[in-house]
Structure formats: C-alpha cells, structure tokens
C-alpha cells in the first residue's frame, strides 16, 4: 500500500478494534501492529499517534499505547432557549463610531529594537517555544492522506473533538469550532453576541487586544473592577443593571494583566449573574496551559459545567506554542454556535488544513507533555526570579498579585498616572521595553501602572539585566532621583 494511505487504513483499522480491549488495557506492540498489518514502523507510530490525539488511545514513552479510560456520561443538555431573546435584541439606540486603534496590541506584538530587553512581549521567548516538535509536527502533517485539502469548515472533526476534551467533559466536538487563534475566537464571538453600538461588559484593567476588537465592531466597553479574587460580582450585577449588557467578557485564569484567579465562590455568581440578565459569558481562557509547577489544581473552565449556554468559551494553543501556530477554539451551546459559524465561514472560510493537521501531530505526540512540565517549571522559575529583582531593585513599585499562570506580573507606580509614558520613555532608552498600563483599562485608569513579562525573556540573568536598566531609567527621570514620577 501507498505509504499515505496505508496511515489513514490502518487508523480505521485500530479504531474499530479498540473495543476489543478495556479502558487502560494495553495496545499490541509496533512491532506485532507491523508484522500483522505488514505496513512500516513509521505508518504505525503515526496510525497510533492520530489515534491518540482522538482521545481513544494513550500512549506512554518506554510503555506502548493503551486504551484512553472511558470518559463520563455526557448530561442531558440545558435549556438555551433563553438565547432566541439575547440574540435578537439590539440593546441601546445609540451608535458607537467604530474605532480601531491597535497601539495597545501592537505593543507586544513588535518586536523591540536590537539590544533592547523585551520586558513587554505578550508571548513565550524561542528558547520555550517547541521548535522541534513543531517541525516536526509540520513535516508529518504535510505528508498525512489529503493534508493539503480542503478542510471541513467548522475544522477537522479529531481536532474540534481535542479541543472539547481539554475544555470538560460536559462538551464533546460539536460544540466546536476551529479558528485562526485566540484573537480571531474573541473578534467571532464579540461580533455574534452585540449589535454595535450596544455595551459590553470589561474586566477593569482587561487585555488590550480585546478592547481593541470591541471597539472595532462598535461596541462600548464598560468597566467592571478586578480584585486579588478576579471580577467582583456585586459590581458586575450592577452593571448588568445599569446598563443592559448582554455580554460580559472575563479571563477567569490567570487574568491579563493582574493575573487573578476567580474564586471559587465568585465563579457561580458570575455565571448566574449572566444567566439573570439574559447575557453571555465570554471566558477568554488563553493561560489554562501557561500554569506554573508550583501553582497546584486549578478550577475547571466556567464552561465545563454550563448546561444552558451561558458561556462562549475561547482556547488557543498560540500562547503555549508559537505566535505562528495560529490555531484556537470557539466553544458554545444552543442556537448561537450557528450565529458563530456563520461569522466565522464569512470572516474566514476556514483555518489552513495543514496547520489544522500540523496541530493534531503536535498535542497527539509524546513530546507535548514533556514541552508543558518545561513551561511550567520555567515560568515559575523565571516568575520568582522576576518579583525577586523587582522588590530588590524597584521597592517603589507595588506588586499587589504574585501570579501562580501567565507571563507577567502587574505593578503600580507611584505618583499620578501622568507619571506612566515618562517612565515606559526612560525605560526605553535605557534599553527595556515595559508595556504601559493605561491601554489596558477602558475608562480613566485609578492609578499608574506597567506590565512586566517574564516569559518573553531568555532566563534569570537578562531578567536581572532589564531590572537593572529599569533602575537606571527611573533614577535618570528629571528631578527624580529616588523615585517614580509623581
């Protein structure tokens, strides 16, 4: 058989034995696979890694592949009816100017000039990213049967059905949608839930891509404050109130830029305080993979246990991988996935097949569990190095939340927020970019603020570095030698 398709035979070979063999019990050898389907070494090992980035098989570096155990139930699904009267309303009559301004993504997205330390990148430095494994991933995916086809627009059925596992086991793949990143998941999802000119309900301070997409489609941002706990649900009820939204958009993991976890005792009333309004939950969930070795069990996505549709869940495998792997998830119950899909084929069509593919090899292979354990330790590893160099050298500084996720940490200055692009500035010529805080609120910021990141550099010695070049520049501000600007 030809090598391409002897793969795609030999999966649907293996897939229909699998009931053969009990949750956890182990699979025949490669080399008995081999010598009984008389195909080669290599149309196993990818036959059996595509199996497993299904889900229905395990495998285990020195062990061989198992059977996945099974998973639970599905429930019975909720009642979204609730959405036919969400979906049609058109909020307030007044008209928002659409406004695009990108200043606050482009921000992390440019790269700093040479020699500059970038203490303002919004994604993992190439020493973290996967390199390897993700040539690698690319090289077979290219050479799967039909790889450089026309995909399924809604994605490829394995990949939606991934995505619905890491997400809880209450959705399965078609609750999913496949699209070109995170951002795109969020510009989808703002412009299905919210006529423009409607108001839309923001973490205060949120992330500035976000802000940037709503008010490009429209919408009017309104503010709703975060603690060390993430949103504050009697200000966000109130909001509901007092302004009719029916959308509200939260990262309740790891939060950019503060890094909140939503609390436990928060999290229900958030999604009830929606569901009372009548309103979507948009939960941007883009650092479930940036967690540190040391943070410990974190909750579920809110939308794991969503039976009514509440909640629009956005994933992206960007942040743990490359800012080149574009490729995230939309993830929605009832009627409103139609209105998603129909944005997301106008916008799109679809996302490229091979990078689709690229991604299947890359979660389905045994280097992608080793490539988390390293993130994680390094992200914490780096974290700790990071607020240690700050207390030591910028004591000025306030770090209210050291997070245990995320690439960052958020930092008040001293002094009015006036006080912020003199700083950003200094730190500039001196040789550190810092990303500013002001682009991150939507409405008057309470006080100054900048945003460190820590995954974006190459380690502890060029953390060490930036902080000592933010000393310099804050010592070097006029008529400040001692202190930030106030």
Not at 19 to 40: D, M
Not at 63 to 79: L, N, W
Request: aromatic share 4%; hydrophobic share 45%.
């Amino acid at each position: 058989m030809h090598e391409r398709s002897s793969v795609g035979e030999l999966v649907k070979s293996l897939r229909s034995e699998l009931n053969r063999y009990s949750p956890g019990e182990k699979l025949p050898s490669s080399r008995a696979l081999v010598e009984r389907f008389k195909v080669s070494p290599v149309t196993v090992s990818r036959a059996v890694s595509q199996l497993a980035s299904e889900g229905l098989v395990v495998t285990r570096p020195g062990s061989g592949a198992f059977r996945a155990e099974t998973d639970a139930p599905v429930p019975a699904p909720g009642d979204t009816s609730w959405q036919e009267v969400s979906l049609s309303g058109d909020g307030g009559p007044e008209v928002v100017p659409r406004t695009v301004d990108a200043s606050g993504v482009l921000v992390t997205l440019a790269a700093p000039p040479p020699g500059v330390i970038e203490f303002n990148g919004g994604y993992l430095h190439p020493g973290l990213q996967p390199e390897r494994a993700l040539a690698a991933a690319l090289a077979r995916a290219g050479r799967r049967p039909g790889a450089w086809g026309r995909p399924p627009t809604d994605g490829l059925p394995e990949l939606r059905a991934w995505f619905a596992r890491e997400i809880g086991s209450t959705l399965t793949g078609v609750d999913v949608l496949i699209t070109a990143g995170g951002q795109s998941a969020l510009a989808t999802a703002l412009r299905a839930l919210a006529p423009p000119g409607a108001p839309v309900l923001v973490e205060s301070p949120t992330y500035p891509g976000m802000l940037a997409v709503a008010r490009a489609t429209g919408l009017r941002p309104v503010p709703v404050p975060v603690d060390a706990d993430g949103v504050r649900p009697d200000l966000l009820e109130a909001a509901f109130r007092a302004t009719g939204a029916r959308v509200f958009v939260c990262q309740p993991l790891f939060q950019n830029p503060t890094g909140a976890v939503l609390a436990p005792d928060r999290r229900a009333r958030v999604v009830r305080a929606a569901r009372a309004a009548g309103a979507f939950v948009v939960e941007d969930d883009f650092a479930r993979r940036l967690v540190h070795a040391d943070a410990g069990p974190q909750p579920e996505p809110l939308a794991a246990h969503d039976p009514h549709g509440v909640v629009v869940h956005v994933r992206s495998l960007t942040k743990i991988t490359s800012p080149s792997l574009r490729v995230g998830a939309l993830a929605a119950r009832g009627p409103v996935l139609e209105r998603l899909r129909a944005i997301q084929v106008v916008d799109s069509f679809f996302v490229p097949r091979p990078v689709q593919e690229a991604a299947l090899e890359l979660v389905g292979s045994p280097s992608w569990e080793r490539h988390l354990r390293t993130v994680a330790a390094e992200l914490g590893s780096r974290r700790t190095a990071m607020t240690a160099a700050v207390r030591s050298g910028l004591p000025e500084l306030t770090l209210p939340h050291v997070p245990s996720g995320g690439g960052s940490i958020w930092l008040r200055l001293p002094g009015p927020v006036a006080g912020e692009p003199a700083l950003v500035a200094a730190a500039l010529r001196a040789g550190v970019a810092v990303a500013p805080g002001r682009p991150y609120y939507c409405a008057e910021p309470p006080a100054a603020h900048v945003r460190l990141s820590f995954a974006a550099v190459s380690g502890a010695a060029e953390i060490a570095e930036g902080v000592r070049r933010l000393r310099a520049a804050v010592d070097d501000l006029p008529g400040r030698s001692d202190s930030l600007p106030g």
